[in-house]
């Protein structure tokens, strides 16, 4: 089969250097596990998917699709003897339409590159994954990617209208429009949006834009103590204003922070949050407001920045948090949300299960959202250690859900989740997440295995 694929591509699309294979082999996600791949093969238009696909079902052979392989779920990873279809190449913007208001991208896009090449026409692309400087477009669509601005903006799948994808047996359909209106037929655009390469390789997506938002003005407030800081988001976030960032540090994030780079936080910071407007006219005034709110609940310092360049001073913290992580040693991280109400609970119970599991928790993340990214942090080549930080991070999943939340709010199932999602999605909806399935990937070769298993190990 890989001769033919060879030769219906032709040179150097289809490569089996076993270095090579093991470096696609996976994503950004720890403790998943990788197949032995057969082949990677770089595709560069739809019909060389389609190709793929074809010949994939004639020959009963898995398929994993993959952008930048910056996933954190290991939904990229190889399953044994599969053909990694990697996507990157298809990396044509191939409009930008200032009057409609949309751009048709190919999946392999990277994220940044598209927001520069619409903010030159004057106009906006907000979906905003951390990693947005190298995962792909067609990654950040199947896995419904979120980000810092998402709390005014939404998620990837809101600016999603329409897209092209190749089914399993190598068909190409496309679904939604190009219109900003349009209600026919189901919406089989959003069932491919997250489904993390399990129904359809996507090779074409038609996104939403909007016009270009104002440079946002910044504020940061300490909090010797992280309840009344998530008391001050939920009081800001119902007091009528939509910020445009808004996000949460605990104290063990910011001592994880501080090691790395001292930033002049007091010891005992118990939090900070910082807040972003991009609202013309008025974001002085609704920064105004956040930091009475902050003050009015026992803020130990409120700073609020006078112009965008003072801001992303404040905003260094937050940027830090990765890289200070990584230095610390391994960590896994947790993508719960849960419902604004019950961001304190959330908090202060990662904290629990930290000391529960002896194992250093840190919660930072989207706290506007209610989406937080608990890190358990530990030293991989501590085998007593690496198994209770994976029992800390299950314990966080278990927590989100307790509260009435989901396990993922934005990095998705991939490998890492699946044992959960059987407990969040409950019978009836398990049923048909197969049963849709079944319909679209009869002979299961698309991702086997990621997002549904068979298995029952449930937490
Ligand atoms: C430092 C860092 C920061 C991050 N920050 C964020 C964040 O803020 N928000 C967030 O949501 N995520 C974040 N992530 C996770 C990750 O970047 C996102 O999940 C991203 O959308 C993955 O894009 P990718 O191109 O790397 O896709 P990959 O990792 O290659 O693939 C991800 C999944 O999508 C499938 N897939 C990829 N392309 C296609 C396609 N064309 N058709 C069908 N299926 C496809 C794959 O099979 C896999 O299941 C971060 C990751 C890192 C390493």
């Known amino acids: 089969m890989l001769a033919q694929l060879a030769s219906e591509l032709g040179p150097g699309a289809v490569l089996t250097d076993p270095d ?18 057969a082949a990677l093969v770089r595709v560069r238009s739809t019909v060389e998917v389609s190709t793929v696909l074809r010949l994939a079902t004639q020959h009963r052979v898995p398929v994993v699709p993959q952008g930048a392989r910056t996933g954190l779920a290991g939904g ?24 409609e208001q949309i751009a048709v991208v190919q999946p392999g896009v990277v ?7 619409v903010a030159e026409k004057g106009l906006f692309y907000p979906p905003d994954p951390a990693s947005w400087d190298s995962s792909t477009i067609g990654g950040n669509v199947a896995t419904n990617a979120g980000g810092l601005c998402c709390v005014k903006y939404g ?16 068909s190409v359909m496309r679904t939604g429009r190009v219109t900003a209106k349009g209600v026919a037929g189901y919406d089989l655009t959003h069932l491919f949006v997250g489904s993390e390469g399990t129904l359809g390789v996507v090779t074409e997506v038609t996104l ?28 800001y976030m119902s007091s009528g204003v939509r910020p445009s960032l808004l996000e949460l540090m605990d104290g063990p ?12 936080f007091p010891p005992d910071t118990g939090a900070v949050l910082i807040a972003q407007s991009d609202e013309e006219y008025r974001a002085a005034e609704d920064l105004g407001a956040f930091a ?5 609940l026992g803020a130990r310092e409120v700073v609020v920045a006078d112009d965008p360049a003072e801001g992303e001073l404040l905003i260094e913290a937050r940027r830090l948090v990765g890289p200070a992580h990584e230095s610390f040693g391994a960590d896994l991280v947790d993508d719960v949300c849960v419902p604004r109400a019950r961001l304190a609970d959330l908090v202060r119970g990662v904290a629990r299960i930290g000391q529960e599991y002896g194992v250093l928790v840190t919660c930072a993340g989207h706290a506007g959202d209610g989406n937080m990214h608990p890190a358990v942090v530990f030293d991989p080549a501590d085998d007593d250690m690496s198994a209770r930080a994976e029992q800390a991070f299950g314990a966080i999943m278990r927590l989100g859900l307790d509260l009435g939340g989901t396990i993922t709010g934005e990095h998705g199932v991939g490998l890492l989740k699946r044992a959960w999602l059987e407990a969040e999605l409950g019978e009836v909806s398990l049923a048909a997440h197969r049963a849709i399935k079944r319909a679209l990937d009869p002979l299961n070769i698309l991702n086997p295995g990621k997002v549904l298993t068979h298995e029952r190990r449930g937490p």
């Not at 990229?76 to 009057?99: F, H, K, S, T, Y």
């Not at 994220?111 to 090449?117: G, K």
């Not at 104002?214 to 939920?234: E, K, Y």
């Open 76 to 99: 990229a990873n190889a399953v044994d003897g599969c053909l990694l279809l990697n996507l990157e190449r298809m990396n044509q913007i191939l409009v930008i339409d200032p009057r």
């Open 208 to 235: 939403a834009l909007r016009p270009k938002a104002d440079a946002p003005l910044t504020a940061a407030a300490t909090f010797t103590d992280v309840t009344a800081a998530c008391a001050a988001v939920n009081d």
């Open 292 to 296: 009475d709110v902050c003050r009015r």
């Open 20 to 37: 090579l294979l093991r470096t696609f082999s996976t994503d950004a996600a720890r403790f998943c596990p990788a197949g032995t791949a």
């Open 155 to 170: 998620v990837t799948g809101d600016w999603v209208r329409g897209v092209e994808v190749v089914l399993a047996d190598g």
């Open 111 to 117: 994220n940044a590159a598209l927001s520069a090449a």
């Open 253 to 264: 994030t910011i001592q994880v922070v501080s090691a790395y780079r001292d930033l002049g």
